[in-house]
């Protein structure tokens, strides 16, 4: 997708700063900021906001990391969030298809059955979600050996998993 927008593809991941709003002729991009409309509503701060100015569409992502017993209800949380957004965006942008995402995983990277469907709407494919459920993972070993660390139950031989998980 960004090839498809225009964007410079950035091959490092590690070092990237996410830039709150990114734009150009054919994109707009908004990270975590809000999406002014003309009546006042409540839930408008979507974690992205994909407006595809070419194709008319726009894409509103909301990212949600939980534990295994909520996943299934988070999704549904996560998905109807912004119900009111869309239609004012909609009324806004006459003719855009307005769709909202949402991508939710567990803190093992667990999904629900409907994970692989979301991911479709995205374009991304099974390395990408493979990708995003590692990162899941790892971040979790991350601050899981950072809470041993802090507390003072780390052990010697922790430290090599700790390397690991900054590694990868």
């Not at 225009?6 to 734009?23: A, D, M, P, R």
């Not at 008319?56 to 996560?78: A, M």
């Not at 990708?131 to 802090?150: A, K």
């Not at 507390?151 to 998993?161: Q, S």
Request: hydrophobic share 40%; with cysteine.
């Amino acid at each position: 997708n960004v090839i498809k927008y225009g964007l410079q593809k950035n091959k490092k991941l590690k070092g990237y700063k996410v830039e709150n709003v990114i734009t150009n002729d054919r994109v707009k991009i908004k990270s975590d900021v809000p999406i002014l409309t003309e009546n006042q509503i409540q839930c408008n701060k979507p974690d992205l906001f994909v407006h595809d100015l070419k194709e008319n569409e726009i894409t509103l992502i909301e990212v949600g990391i939980t534990n295994k017993v909520s996943l299934p209800t988070t999704e549904i949380t996560k998905s109807r969030k912004y119900e009111l957004l869309a239609g004012e965006l909609r009324s806004m942008n006459p003719g855009a298809k307005v769709k909202q995402v949402p991508v939710v995983l567990a803190w093992d990277a667990l999904v629900t059955k409907h994970f692989t469907r979301h991911m479709a709407k995205l374009g991304l494919n099974e390395r990408i979600q493979a990708y995003i459920q590692t990162e899941v993972l790892r971040r979790t070993c991350q601050s899981v050996l950072i809470d041993f660390r802090n507390r003072g139950d780390f052990l010697p031989e922790m430290e090599e998993l700790f390397l690991l998980s900054e590694e990868v």
